[in-house]
Structures are given as C-alpha cells and as structure tokens.
C-alpha cells in the first residue's frame, strides 16, 4: 500500500487534535496537528506508544511526572501507563500506537 499524507483526510479525534492516520494490521500511525493550548485528558490504554514531537512545545505528563518538550524529542509509553498533554504552542506531533487503535480507524 502507497499513501500520500498530503491525500489523508484529517480527523478531529479531539477539541484541537486533527489528525491523519495511518493503520496497518498490527499498528497505527497519527500524525498530529495540534491546536495552541487544547489538551488530552489524562488517560491509559493497552497499546504501546512512542510519540515524537516534530514542531512546537508540547507539555506531556507521564505517570505523574511533567516536562515540555521540543522537535526532535521522543517519548516511549509503555501499555497501561496514565498520561496527558498540552500543546503550549501550535504542535505538530507523531505517535506511533502498537496494536492498532481500532478506535481511530
């Protein structure tokens, strides 16, 4: 399969998060444009994720503890870990989710 991101639609999963995505059998890509300020409650789920910020500053706590981070910087979320976010400037993000999130698809 061959795909254009620039041909993805993009989806509000939530206030101020349009993504477009990217699912294969077995994972699923978000690529994230994020609005200033909206947030992503604090949450878990069973996937795996690793998220890479690619511009802007993005405030994300994992398990209780906080830090901004900046492009370049990537979080690895094991499965079951609590976590939450917010976009301190426009961002644009990458999460990456092992198994897919059917949710999003």
Not at 6 to 12: M, N, T, Y
Not at 51 to 74: A, C, N, Q, S
Request: a negative charge.
């Amino acid at each position: 399969m061959d795909l254009s991101l620039a041909e993805i639609p993009s989806k509000e999963i939530m206030p101020g998060y349009h993504g477009k995505l990217v699912h294969s059998e077995t994972m699923s890509m978000a690529f994230w444009t994020v609005e200033k300020n909206a947030e992503v409650p604090e949450h878990s789920h069973m996937n795996e994720q690793i998220m890479h910020v690619m511009e802007g500053e993005f405030e994300f706590t994992l398990e209780g503890k906080t830090r901004t981070y900046y492009p370049g910087d990537i979080v690895v979320i094991a499965a079951h870990k609590k976590h939450s976010g917010r976009a301190l400037t426009r961002c644009k993000l990458l999460d990456v989710f092992s198994p897919a999130r059917e949710e999003y698809k």
